[in-house]
């Protein structure tokens, strides 16, 4: 309960904290500053399942939050909460696995033609980056106002007003990194 109270003072810093080691590691592993040799390595036939599990990872998170979102709107705060965190864990464990094979094989090249390369692959990666580096913040933050304070007292902060605009960024951002998984490894 002490560490509860002592975040409860600082959520917006604790959110710049988690958005900055986030977003060191994000970078860090794509633009290989990882060494290599720190990691364990694991069999090539766990790199090549990390992309269907991290696309199974993000068709079920759309569905947490999807059902987070109709369990608030029926006013079931408890569920609501359930599938939020749920999404969170989900999130980690994507990303988790996804700096794990970027910091170890580098981004995954794109196999298709070049025009749909440029006109479509390029613009969907970087909107999907774009709105998951936006998104970041917002969802810490939210978490950290759920975690750090009751139903009740939430009712008095922003949570709700920036959970809205966080939900709908991530939903859209881990559809998007589904259709990239799709060019990448369905379709081409």
């Given at each position: 309960?002490?560490?509860?109270?002592?975040?409860?003072?600082h959520?917006?810093g604790?959110?710049?904290?988690l958005?900055v080691?986030?977003?060191?590691?994000?970078?860090g592993?794509?633009?290989g500053?990882?060494?290599?040799?720190?990691?364990?390595?694991?069999?090539?036939?766990?790199?090549?399942?990390?992309?269907h599990?991290?696309?199974?990872?993000?068709t079920?998170?759309?569905?947490t939050?999807?059902?987070?979102?109709?369990?608030?709107?029926?006013?079931?705060?408890?569920?609501?909460?359930?599938?939020?965190?749920?999404?969170?864990?989900?999130?980690?464990?994507f990303?988790?696995?996804?700096?794990?094979?970027?910091?170890m094989?580098?981004?995954?090249?794109?196999?298709g033609p070049?025009?749909?390369?440029?006109?479509?692959?390029?613009?969907?990666?970087?909107?999907?980056?774009?709105l998951?580096?936006?998104?970041?913040?917002?969802?810490?933050?939210v978490a950290?106002?759920?975690?750090?304070?009751s139903v009740?007292?939430?009712r008095g902060t922003?949570?709700?007003?920036?959970?809205r605009?966080?939900?709908?960024?991530w939903?859209?951002s881990?559809?998007?990194?589904?259709?990239?998984?799709?060019?990448?490894?369905?379709?081409?």
């Amino acid at each position: 309960m002490e560490l509860r109270a002592r975040a409860r003072g600082h959520v917006r810093g604790l959110t710049a904290l988690l958005t900055v080691v986030s977003l060191v590691l994000v970078f860090g592993a794509a633009l290989g500053a990882v060494p290599r040799s720190v990691l364990p390595r694991a069999p090539d036939a766990v790199f090549a399942a990390i992309p269907h599990v991290n696309a199974v990872i993000s068709t079920v998170a759309i569905g947490t939050i999807l059902l987070g979102v109709r369990a608030i709107r029926r006013g079931d705060w408890q569920r609501h909460r359930a599938f939020m965190l749920a999404t969170l864990v989900l999130f980690v464990g994507f990303l988790a696995l996804y700096l794990y094979k970027v910091s170890m094989q580098g981004p995954a090249p794109f196999p298709g033609p070049d025009a749909v390369y440029q006109f479509v692959y390029l613009p969907t990666l970087a909107i999907h980056i774009v709105l998951a580096i936006v998104c970041l913040p917002l969802v810490y933050y939210v978490a950290l106002l759920a975690l750090t304070r009751s139903v009740s007292e939430l009712r008095g902060t922003t949570h709700a007003r920036f959970g809205r605009v966080a939900a709908a960024l991530w939903l859209v951002s881990f559809v998007l990194g589904n259709v990239v998984y799709a060019l990448l490894y369905l379709i081409y």
